[in-house]
């Protein structure tokens, strides 16, 4: 009976796993992916959507963070100070360097991502202005030039 039962769960398996890779192949081309044949042919957001992501950044995330941490510090620092002698103090203590930490850990992300949405920007400009003065360059040198 225990080999019945367990080649069953292994057929179930086997079914289960054969339908999840086919909705995942599945899924994997609609919408196209960027840059490949069929595809959007973009790298998905244009450089005035980076700057725009950034500026979210910016103006609405790191400020509602900043805020969010303080509130927390002022309510856990409040809360210190009721439980003060008791042993839950210094757990509060304690959640609090923790919290403290992530809240580094998150603004230092939010730092890095704004500065790398802004620099992709730069970074494509400049290279679609280096490649056009390359093909200028050679376009200038060409014996069909004039033609």
Not at 101 to 120: D, F, H, I, P, Y
Request: hydrophobic share 35%.
């Amino acid at each position: 009976m225990t080999g019945e039962f367990n080649q069953g769960l292994g057929g179930s398996r086997a079914a289960a796993t054969d339908q999840q890779v086919d909705m995942r192949l599945n899924g994997a081309g609609d919408p196209p992916a960027p840059l490949v044949p069929g595809g959007s042919g973009s790298f998905g957001s244009t450089p005035a959507e980076k700057s725009a992501a950034a500026n979210t950044i910016e103006t609405e995330l790191e400020p509602s963070t900043k805020k969010a941490a303080e509130h927390a510090d002022e309510a856990t620092g409040a809360a210190v100070k009721e439980f003060d002698g008791w042993d839950t103090a210094t757990g509060l203590k304690k959640v609090a360097e923790t919290w403290d930490k992530q809240v580094k850990n998150l603004m230092g992300r939010l730092t890095s991502e704004k500065s790398a949405l802004r620099g992709a920007s730069g970074l494509f400009v400049r290279n679609d202005i280096g490649l056009g003065n390359q093909f200028k360059s050679i376009g200038s040198q060409s014996k069909l030039n004039g033609l």
